[in-house]
């Protein structure tokens, strides 16, 4: 299917949807902590998407049965919420936001940490941030789709980590999914040669092991096949003549959801950033 090419008026709609996705996230972002459970982060996205005139693109896109993806610990990607999953400290969880508004949509997704977490869960989770802004750091009118998932592999190899290779990137704009699919490995100057007006997003799944997959029986949800912790960071971005433009940045990092959280007391302390550099 071809690639669309937005004009000028798409993209300043592209740019809204973007925005309402990113601040859709960080709205949860700052609920976040240890005893809500992955069903109110889905209320949150529920009310917060509503409040922006926007609809959530996720809900029943192809059956899904809810609004947001929430995907913790060894679930890689398209986690259900469920209101009997309590985040505890120790977990680490993704949420995936995906916003629609006036027919154009935005999708963004982060890795919170609550609390204390693993050796492994931490290092998974900087990686796959790492990756993701590595990804886009090659985006520019002229490269190629190889060149982003090289960069990718380039710093999950170094790493000793794995990329998750059976879900990758897509293109989006009038729809949440359209081409080109964004593969997160590949090989630098092959593959679909980017243009000025394409948008798309990246959005790398980073694993401590082997990164094969295992499908659950629900239909949905992606977990590692050995139980280890998976990270996923996501971005949409506009390709431009030099470079590119993240339609879903943050204007403020996101917090990571650290132990002074939990206890109460980031009054006295600055709380841990992690976001867009
Ligand atoms: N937001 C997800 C993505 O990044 C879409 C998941 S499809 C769903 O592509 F149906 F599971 F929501
Ligand atoms: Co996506
Ligand atoms: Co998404």
């Not at 959005?203 to 629900?218: A, S």
Request: aromatic residues 4%.
């Amino acid at each position: 299917m071809a690639i669309v090419i937005h004009g000028a008026d798409e993209i300043a709609k592209m740019r809204v949807a973007g925005e309402i996705a990113a601040g859709t996230l960080a709205y949860v972002a700052s609920k976040l902590r240890a005893g809500v459970t992955t069903k109110d982060i889905d209320n949150w996205v529920r009310e917060d998407t509503a409040r922006r005139g926007a609809l959530p693109s996720q809900l029943g896109y192809k059956g899904f049965p809810a609004a947001v993806c929430t995907s913790r610990n060894e679930i890689i990607c398209h986690g259900i919420p469920n209101p009997e999953h309590v985040l505890v400290a120790g977990d680490i969880v993704n949420v995936d936001v995906t916003s629609n508004i006036d027919g154009y949509h935005g999708d963004t997704s982060a890795t919170f940490q609550i609390g204390e977490v693993s050796d492994d869960a931490r290092k998974v989770t900087d990686v796959c941030f790492r990756c993701l802004n590595a990804g886009i750091s090659v985006v520019r009118h002229g490269a190629r789709l190889g060149d982003v998932g090289a960069a990718i592999m380039e710093i999950a190899s170094k790493e000793g980590c794995g990329v998750v290779e059976e879900f990758g990137g897509h293109g989006i704009g009038r729809k949440m999914h359209m081409a080109p699919h964004v593969p997160h490995n590949g090989t630098a100057g092959r593959g679909v040669r980017l243009r000025a007006g394409m948008t798309f997003t990246i959005e790398p799944m980073i694993t401590i092991g082997h990164p094969r997959v295992v499908q659950l029986d629900d239909g949905w949800t992606v977990v590692t096949h050995d139980g280890s912790p998976t990270a996923q960071f996501e971005h949409t971005v506009l390709v431009t003549k030099d470079g590119y433009e993240v339609l879903t940045a943050q204007r403020t990092p996101l917090p990571l959801i650290r132990p002074g959280f939990l206890e109460g007391e980031q009054a006295g302390g600055e709380p841990a950033l992690a976001g867009p550099a």
